[in-house]
């Protein structure tokens, strides 16, 4: 498995399945069992490429005692950023992730939402290569998410990798390119988003006086078909074919009184790959 | 700045935003302003009383004094050592703070080294602050001033860097908690064991000093407090064995000095170790 330069992938799974752990691995903050891994071509636990690395941890707890400015500063210190760089940088990102007002406060007074903010600013010091957001915004309100969401894309545009934890599918499906989909411990299914968004799509029809010789030249177009009563169901691959069956239907005589597609989302998909046992 | 010195400073601020330096320093004049006055009342009443070789009992008045003041320091360099460093490894990696830290690209030994560098400093400036201040009364109230006070003091401040290596490979390996549990545990076998052998010294009973012998291979810091106080104290004070927890009858050796350093030298490696080794 491999996360490529300027993508957003995201790594599902039950609680428990070892996602944490995983990222943990990667920042060398664990040390795997077995097996390896490697970033930017260096083997796990190797300091210096963290340099390019950026981490928003799932229990976002730091030095509460610091004010807000003061936490990035010293985390800047950290990533050894000239003071010049940083004295530019910090005002920036506590302007990207509304903060700005609460600079001089202290970590203590935050709410749960303005802590995982600050981690995130902390995450972006170094305008990272890569970055590992941990249930990023498991704290914030709906508008936080959308933002978090636009600092994901704009981190994309400008060519880093992001690499997220999520048990958000529906933000998963807006923000990642590619999805990993891992159980105990071990990754069953990576997949393509934009295809799994552009792909297949399940129809359900409520109709009267089927021909039962339509069946048949419905499966042409589309597979697990499927006629309870008045209620006809089926997968199609493409959209393309939706007003092809439709015609199919009224020319063989059906009465058609819906017709609904729907695409498969990625929670069927979670669901199917990963099973019900455990959820999220 | 190196990522060490980061570390330090951050500890230093540390104490200084808890109140730690404050409360330290208010309590600590505190101790110094009723010291001082005890022994300038002592003293009035001394030279109101005694008329015969007044300067020979005056100094060993003041020396008693003067130890019984050091006694008091040492023990509270001991409680301060172990109450403000006991937490520092352990609660940083149970709430998950240490992982913002070490993901960072810095050495898991510089996180330990640069918190060593730190809380050596405090405890130092304590530990002078205090003991200063214990001399300087003495000092100022009967112009006695004591051979032997810096190996004495370096004494003392080698017993307290033992108790903060103890705490710090303690905090790599087990709750806060149990880590105190552990630190006041060795110290109170080492005390018992201290003045087992004291008392065995004076009854001239070689099981007893025996004990007391093992007792300090288990944990030096009393020892070394024995010592400190042999260099210390007056020569006459000894010839009269005082039994006193502020004079010493059965003086630890040299090799028990040495031993001493070795053993917070590998206990120290040893939580360098652990932290080095251990997942996060």
């Given at each position: 498995m491999t996360v490529q330069r300027g993508e957003v992938f995201g790594f599902l799974g039950p609680n428990?399945?070892?996602?944490?752990?995983?990222?943990?691995?990667?920042?060398?903050?664990i040390t795997p069992s077995s097996g390896e891994g490697r970033l930017f071509g260096r083997p796990l636990g190797d300091y210096g490429v963290r340099s390019r690395v950026g981490f928003?941890?799932?229990?976002?707890?730091?030095?509460?005692?610091?004010?807000?400015?003061?936490?990035?500063?010293?985390?800047?210190?950290?990533?050894?950023?000239?003071?010049?760089?940083?004295?530019?940088?910090?005002?920036?990102?506590?302007?990207?992730?509304?903060?700005?007002?609460?600079?001089?406060?202290?970590?203590?007074?935050?709410?749960?939402?303005?802590?995982?903010?600050?981690?995130?600013?902390?995450?972006?010091l170094n305008d990272p290569d890569l970055v590992f957001l941990d249930?990023?915004?498991?704290?914030?309100?709906?508008?936080?998410?959308?933002?978090?969401?636009?600092?994901?894309?704009?981190?994309?545009?400008?060519?880093?990798?992001?690499?997220?934890?999520?048990?958000?599918?529906?933000?998963?499906?807006?923000?990642?390119?590619?999805?990993?989909?891992?159980?105990?411990?071990?990754?069953?299914?990576?997949?393509?988003?934009?295809?799994?968004?552009?792909?297949?799509?399940?129809?359900?029809?409520?109709?009267?006086?089927?021909n039962p010789?339509?069946?048949?030249?419905?499966?042409?177009?589309?597979?697990?078909i499927?006629?309870?009563?008045?209620?006809?169901?089926?997968?199609?691959?493409?959209?393309?074919?939706?007003?092809?069956?439709?015609?199919?239907?009224?020319?063989?005589?059906?009465?058609?009184?819906?017709f609904s597609p729907q695409k498969v989302s990625l929670e069927d998909l979670f669901i199917q790959i990963v099973g019900t046992e455990g959820g999220l | 700045m190196s990522s060490l010195l980061v570390i330090s400073r951050l500890t230093f601020r540390e104490a200084s935003r808890r109140k730690i330096l404050l409360a330290a320093l208010l309590l600590g004049l505190a101790f110094l302003a009723v010291y001082a006055t005890g022994f300038y009342l002592i003293n009035e009443e001394f030279e109101r009383n005694v008329t015969r070789n007044a300067e020979?009992?005056?100094?060993?008045?003041?020396?008693?004094?003067?130890?019984?003041?050091?006694?008091?320091?040492?023990?509270?360099?001991?409680?301060?050592?172990v109450l403000t460093s006991v937490d520092t490894i352990s609660g940083e990696i149970s709430s998950g703070t240490s992982q913002t830290l070490v993901s960072k690209p810095l050495r898991r030994w510089e996180v330990i080294g640069g918190k060593w560098l730190g809380y050596c400093g405090l405890i130092s400036l304590y530990l002078?602050?205090?003991?200063?201040?214990?001399?300087?009364?003495?000092?100022?109230?009967?112009?006695?001033?004591?051979?032997?006070?810096?190996?004495?003091?370096?004494?003392?401040?080698?017993?307290?860097?033992?108790?903060?290596?103890?705490?710090?490979?303690?905090?790599?390996?087990?709750?806060?908690?149990?880590?105190?549990?552990?630190?006041?545990?060795?110290?109170?076998?080492?005390?018992?064991?201290?003045?087992?052998e004291q008392v065995g010294s004076f009854l001239q009973s070689d099981v007893a000093v025996n004990v007391g012998i093992v007792s300090s291979l288990i944990f030096p810091g009393e020892a070394l407090w024995k010592r400190a106080a042999y260099e210390m104290q007056s020569a006459a004070s000894g010839l009269a064995g005082g039994m006193t927890p502020f004079s010493a009858i059965s003086v630890p050796s040299t090799a028990m000095i040495v031993y001493a350093v070795a053993y917070t030298l590998v206990i120290l490696a040893l939580a360098f170790r652990n932290f080095h080794q251990r997942d996060l």
């Amino acid at each position: 498995m491999t996360v490529q330069r300027g993508e957003v992938f995201g790594f599902l799974g039950p609680n428990g399945a070892g996602k944490t752990t995983s990222i943990k691995m990667l920042l060398g903050l664990i040390t795997p069992s077995s097996g390896e891994g490697r970033l930017f071509g260096r083997p796990l636990g190797d300091y210096g490429v963290r340099s390019r690395v950026g981490f928003l941890p799932e229990h976002f707890r730091f030095h509460d005692w610091l004010t807000a400015g003061e936490f990035l500063q010293v985390h800047a210190d950290l990533y050894k950023i000239p003071s010049q760089r940083a004295g530019k940088r910090i005002p920036e990102l506590l302007e990207l992730v509304s903060l700005a007002p609460f600079a001089g406060q202290k970590l203590r007074t935050f709410s749960k939402g303005m802590l995982q903010r600050i981690g995130l600013a902390q995450a972006l010091l170094n305008d990272p290569d890569l970055v590992f957001l941990d249930e990023p915004t498991s704290g914030l309100d709906p508008v936080g998410r959308l933002h978090v969401r636009d600092i994901i894309r704009s981190l994309r545009e400008r060519g880093a990798a992001v690499f997220l934890n999520s048990h958000l599918l529906s933000e998963v499906e807006i923000t990642c390119d590619r999805v990993a989909f891992i159980k105990h411990g071990k990754v069953v299914r990576v997949a393509d988003l934009h295809t799994i968004v552009d792909g297949e799509i399940s129809v359900e029809v409520r109709a009267r006086e089927i021909n039962p010789s339509l069946l048949g030249d419905l499966s042409h177009w589309g597979s697990s078909i499927c006629l309870e009563g008045d209620r006809l169901t089926f997968n199609t691959p493409h959209e393309e074919n939706l007003p092809e069956i439709h015609r199919l239907l009224v020319e063989q005589g059906a009465k058609v009184y819906s017709f609904s597609p729907q695409k498969v989302s990625l929670e069927d998909l979670f669901i199917q790959i990963v099973g019900t046992e455990g959820g999220l | 700045m190196s990522s060490l010195l980061v570390i330090s400073r951050l500890t230093f601020r540390e104490a200084s935003r808890r109140k730690i330096l404050l409360a330290a320093l208010l309590l600590g004049l505190a101790f110094l302003a009723v010291y001082a006055t005890g022994f300038y009342l002592i003293n009035e009443e001394f030279e109101r009383n005694v008329t015969r070789n007044a300067e020979f009992f005056q100094s060993q008045m003041a020396n008693f004094l003067m130890m019984a003041g050091l006694y008091a320091v040492n023990f509270l360099t001991v409680v301060m050592t172990v109450l403000t460093s006991v937490d520092t490894i352990s609660g940083e990696i149970s709430s998950g703070t240490s992982q913002t830290l070490v993901s960072k690209p810095l050495r898991r030994w510089e996180v330990i080294g640069g918190k060593w560098l730190g809380y050596c400093g405090l405890i130092s400036l304590y530990l002078v602050f205090m003991a200063g201040g214990v001399v300087l009364t003495a000092y100022t109230v009967t112009g006695y001033f004591p051979g032997g006070l810096a190996e004495g003091i370096a004494l003392m401040w080698l017993s307290a860097l033992l108790l903060l290596a103890i705490s710090f490979l303690g905090g790599t390996v087990m709750s806060t908690l149990a880590n105190g549990v552990l630190v006041f545990g060795l110290y109170g076998i080492a005390f018992v064991g201290g003045w087992i052998e004291q008392v065995g010294s004076f009854l001239q009973s070689d099981v007893a000093v025996n004990v007391g012998i093992v007792s300090s291979l288990i944990f030096p810091g009393e020892a070394l407090w024995k010592r400190a106080a042999y260099e210390m104290q007056s020569a006459a004070s000894g010839l009269a064995g005082g039994m006193t927890p502020f004079s010493a009858i059965s003086v630890p050796s040299t090799a028990m000095i040495v031993y001493a350093v070795a053993y917070t030298l590998v206990i120290l490696a040893l939580a360098f170790r652990n932290f080095h080794q251990r997942d996060l």
